[in-house]
Each structure stands twice: as C-alpha cells, then as structure tokens.
C-alpha cells in the first residue's frame, strides 16, 4: 500500500519501467559467491548477441550489508531507514536503483536484450534484491565450499593478482591472515560462504520467476549442456551454435598458458582440487562451519 | 504537542489516509509532494555527543518531528567511501561516480519517501530533526542529494566522546546490555586501549566527513560544541535557530530547554553505566588513563587543533 501510494505521489516509474528502458523481466541475477566461476559463465553469457554484462554493481553488498549485518537488529525499528514497517517502500527506491542505474549504464539493454548481473559479491542482499524486482530471472551458482575457499586462500596471498587488482585501485593490499594466519582466514571465508550462498540459496527458494541452480562442477564437466539448461530453464532464447562458439571461447583450455596457475585469476578450475591445496584441519574447518550447505548442495561429495 | 500525543497522532494519520491526500508543497519539479527538504534539518557530528538532548529539546517544539537515527548515511556512507575495497566506483559499481545523477536522485526519494511515511504530521510546514550522528559517514552525499535542507555539526572532544563511548559499552552498562541481547560482545574492558583506538579513528572519520559536507554545503547550517550547549544551552540554542533561520518561539524553547535540562533528569537515571552520565565538559581527565589520553590525542590531534586549540594535554603549560 506504501509503495502505490509513493507511485502515485512521485508520479514517475523509474527510467527502466513503462518508458522503453530496461524490462525487470529481462535482467538475470548471478549470486552465490566468489571464485565459484560466476566471471566465466557471466563473460559466456555476455558474448551472446542481445546479451549485455553488469560486472559486480554490489548492490546487494550496499544494501545487504547494512539490513543484515551492520543494523541487523533495527529491523523491527520504525526509525530505521530499511525498518519492517516501511518495507514495501524502501524496496520499490532498491528496484529503482537497479532500474535506474540499469538504463543508465545500458542503454543499450532497453527494449529487448537482457543484462546479466554478475553479483556473487552482493549475494548477502540477494533475498531483498529479487523481492524488490520479483520478475526478474535469477540463477544461483554454486560450488563445493571447500575448493571456494582454497582459490580464496591462494587469491590471498603476497604477489598474487587481488595484490595487481588493488594496485590498479590505488591501494597497497594489506597484510592478509591467508599469509600470518591461514586456519583463521579459511574460518572466516567458510563463514562469508555461509553468508553469501545461504542467502543466495533463500532469495532463490522464495523466488516465484523464472529460476536455475547451476553447480560450478557441472559447468566444468559439460559446459555446453549445462549452459543450454540454464536458457531453457529462465526461457531465454539462445542461438545454439552462437553458444557453442562462445562455450568454446572462454573455455579453460583457451586461456593462454601464462594466465593460469597458482597466484592467478585462473587458477586450477579443477573440481575437488581442495584435496591438494587445503591441510586435512582447513577442510575439517570448512566441514564444519559450511556443513549444512555443503550437505544440501553436495549430498555424495562431503567427507565427513 | 507533547511527544507522545505527537506519536498517537502520527499513527492515526498514517492509518488514516493516503500519502498523495496528505501531500503538499513540492520543492523541485516532478517532485512528489511531500516532506519540503528545505524543512530537514540534520544533526551530524558522532555518537555521544548529546545528539539526542539536542534532538530532544528540538522536537519537543511545536511542528518539529524527530527522526531518531534512520542509518541513511551509513548505508550510502560506508559502501561509498569504506566497503569497496581497492575498488574503484566506476562504471560498474553501484555508486560508480560517472553515473553520480542516477543515484543521488534514488538517495533523496529515499529519504523524502522515508520522511513522509513516517512523519505525516510535517507535511506542508514543521520541521522534521533527522539525528544521524552514526551515519556522519555518509553526510557529504546526504547533503548533495539534498542540498535545500539545512545542518548541524555537532562536535565534542574527542576525548570525552571516548570516554562516554567506552563507559556506555563496559560490562552491565546501558548500551552493552542491549548490544548482548543483540548478540554482539565486543566490550572495552577486554582491551581499553584498543577500543580507546578504534574509538578515536571512528571519530576521526566520521567528524572529518562532516566537516567535509559542512565546508560544502551551501544551505544554512551551524557549527555547535557539546561544551557550549552545555555551558548556556538557552543561548546557544537562539544561536542555532538564528543561523539555521528558522523562526522560534522564545518562551517555547526556553520551556524545551528546560525541561530537558540536567537537573531536571531523575538522580536514578544518571551516572555511570547509564546513557546520561555525567554530561561534564573535560571529565575525561578523571575517566581515561594517561596512556589513553595519549592514545586518543595522537589520532585525534588535527581535528582537537581545529576545534579544540586549547584544550590538548600536551599543549597545556
């Protein structure tokens, strides 16, 4: 009832709405975490023709990060800028910021294309994202927890490229506990997963559109196939042979020799490569703090 | 209008009719007619610095309404400025800086939308106080996005700010047993020189960012010290209203003034461990230690330079 009221008073739909900007219906939301493969399925969707890229807005970090962990307790607060009370409200501003930013950033999208948004970082406030913009598609992409967190626990290392990446932003990368302290940081990262794929996991079971889980190790092991599910599954048209030409494009074995190993950004791509990288404590860890979800994602994969 | 009949009546508006009946007076074009922005007057600054006195005798006038901490400028704030990592708001982030427009326009609706919904007794004339002393971070975007509306920084020493803060957080205290109940334990008597040290860099950010948006905002607005307020609250409260322009009754505000004043708080609810402590200018000197001062001082030191030249330890003859 706000949320028409505040429709009717402002008198304006964002640009994206009922003025030829980007549909709602027409943006497909990528969650569940990092280093779980959502640049490559994302950098094979965007090549398609009528498809475009939205690299990692944080959208979901913005407004996720303050709902659930920095005033998770205000919720039921009247004062609270994203209180209970006021819901309908604040998520018809969340749908315009995405809407307006969309149409701004994409003009290219309006009408007829679709706008992958590539946000496994912003996956915390993906249950508030997909209530805000309920027609839009959505695909949860996941992966075995503990090759997660030991790509992260590589990716954070001295000399490695999040130490280039934050070179080019200006900042010199800060001591990480994956170098002084690697149980710690394979704790915390267990944890972030647990954040971020539960999350994902809850914003895709309340999610009535169109809809798809889609396993990293599935991806690897066909990719072809698996990419083909994911357009039927969110009744998107793709042309085939288009798709094959871009599956084969951004394949592993495509990736120049010199991107790829330990300390890069393509690392292994190596399903159960956990077994190699992680000491049996880490993986007990991650066993533990992840459990459920590696239970429920994983049910034939989990060693305990 | 007491608060309490303030809120009765708030709730049966709210119940009662619909936002576009009750909307009145647009400020920009296309503008929903609403809270008139020029009519929301912020209270920056950081937390424990008697923000809520200073709301409290503001909203207790008639037509003022008092938005107790919304967040507004932590949610904008801290992603802005703090939670990107070494990334850079380019095209792609959501509040990527080409594409300021499209989102400061979202950030005001926000805060419009917010204000009518909740506080439809202001629309078309009163004042509504938005005490945001915890979302200072965020107050240089607040301010551009609603550079009609006008502001208070509020600003005490940094060192009785440390002090308040580490008393309020110490084991059975006010704002511990509630930050229990929320599952959150971090408490200054683990280690009271590093919560000395994370209060005193919180501070720094947040009072630097206020600054920031005060130097550039062009509206009306107003500096005000705790210890001022606290020395001739009546006056400095004339003060206030004469630089914000807003008209006053003087009779009125001195009632406010003294109905809120210390000695009218309850002996029972002051003291430590309670939200009103002491309220005395300079009693850090009897609550933290040499090497806590110190600590507070190092970090602190441009910013007690600036608005506190006479007052730094190391100073003193």
Avoid at chain 1, 62 to 83: P, Q, W
Avoid at chain 1, 188 to 199: I, M
Avoid at chain 2, 246 to 260: F, G, N, Q, T, Y
């Amino acid at each position: 009832m706000i949320r028409d009221a505040w429709r009717k008073i402002k008198g304006a739909s964002p640009v994206g709405e009922g003025t030829g900007g980007v549909k709602p219906e027409n943006l497909v939301w990528m969650f569940g975490t990092a280093r779980t493969g959502s640049s490559w399925l994302s950098a094979i969707m965007g090549e398609i023709q009528g498809y475009s890229r939205w690299h990692e807005p944080l959208v979901g970090h913005l407004f996720g990060n303050l709902y659930y962990v920095r005033a998770g307790h205000r919720g039921e607060d009247e004062h609270f800028i994203l209180g209970a009370r006021y819901r309908e409200l604040w998520l018809e501003m969340v749908r315009r910021f995405v809407l307006d930013s969309a149409a701004a950033r994409f003009p290219e999208v309006a009408g007829v294309r679709y706008l992958i948004i590539k946000e496994p970082q912003g996956s915390m406030g993906a249950p508030l994202l997909m209530e805000a913009l309920p027609e839009s598609r959505m695909i949860l992409l996941v992966r075995d927890p503990r090759d997660v967190v030991a790509s992260n626990l590589d990716a954070h290392k001295k000399g490695t490229w999040t130490t280039d990446l934050m070179k080019k932003g200006g900042k010199e990368k800060p001591p990480s506990l994956a170098e002084s302290r690697p149980d710690d940081f394979v704790k915390g990262q267990a944890r972030r997963y647990v954040r971020d794929v539960g999350n994902a996991k809850l914003a895709y079971e309340a999610h009535k559109g169109l809809k798809v889980l889609v396993r990293y190790e599935d991806l690897r092991a066909d990719t072809l196939n698996t990419m083909k599910r994911i357009y039927s599954a969110l009744q998107m048209p793709v042309d085939e042979s288009e798709l094959a030409r871009s599956v084969e494009k951004h394949s592993w074995e495509n990736i120049p020799e010199e991107e790829k190993g330990q300390g890069k950004f393509h690392r292994k791509a190596k399903p159960g490569a956990w077994r190699e990288d992680l000491t049996p404590e880490q993986a007990e860890i991650i066993e533990g703090v992840a459990g459920p979800l590696l239970r429920e994602l994983y049910p034939v994969r989990s060693t305990a | 209008m007491t608060p309490r009949f303030k809120r009765a009546w708030r709730r049966v508006v709210t119940k009662g009719k619909s936002l576009r009946s009750r909307a009145r007076g647009p400020s920009r074009a296309g503008e929903p007619r609403g809270v008139a922005p020029e009519n929301i007057v912020w209270i920056f600054g950081t937390g424990r610095s008697g923000s809520t006195w200073l709301g409290s005798m503001m909203e207790d006038l008639d037509g003022y309404a008092m938005w107790n901490e919304p967040l507004v400028g932590n949610l904008f704030g801290n992603f802005y400025y703090f939670r990107v990592g070494g990334r850079k708001l380019g095209k792609h982030s959501i509040l990527g800086e080409p594409y300021k427009e499209t989102w400061l326009g979202p950030m005001r609706d926000l805060v419009l939308g917010g204000a009518a919904a909740r506080f439809p007794e202001i629309i078309g004339g009163g004042y509504l106080i938005i005490k945001e002393p915890n979302g200072s971070i965020g107050s240089p975007l607040l301010m551009e996005a609603l550079p009609e509306s006008r502001m208070i920084f509020l600003i005490r020493d940094p060192r009785d700010v440390v002090a308040s803060s580490m008393d309020a957080r110490s084991e059975g205290s006010w704002l511990s047993e509630r930050r229990e109940d929320q599952g959150r334990t971090s408490k200054p008597d683990r280690n009271p020189n590093a919560y000395a040290r994370m209060r005193a860099n919180s501070y720094v950010q947040q009072i630097e960012k206020t600054r920031q948006a005060y130097r550039a905002h062009r509206g009306r607005k107003v500096m005000v010290r705790y210890e001022d307020l606290r020395a001739d609250t009546l006056n400095t409260m004339k003060r206030i209203y004469s630089a914000l322009k807003i008209p006053v009754d003087e009779a009125e505000l001195a009632r406010s003034v003294e109905k809120h004043s210390w000695e009218n708080v309850p002996e029972e609810e002051k003291g430590e461990g309670k939200k009103r402590r002491k309220a005395k200018p300079g009693a850090w000197r009897e609550d933290l230690t040499p090497r806590q001062i110190e600590i507070v001082e190092d970090i602190t030191a441009p910013l007690l330079s600036e608005f506190y030249p006479l007052a730094t330890t190391r100073d003193a003859p």
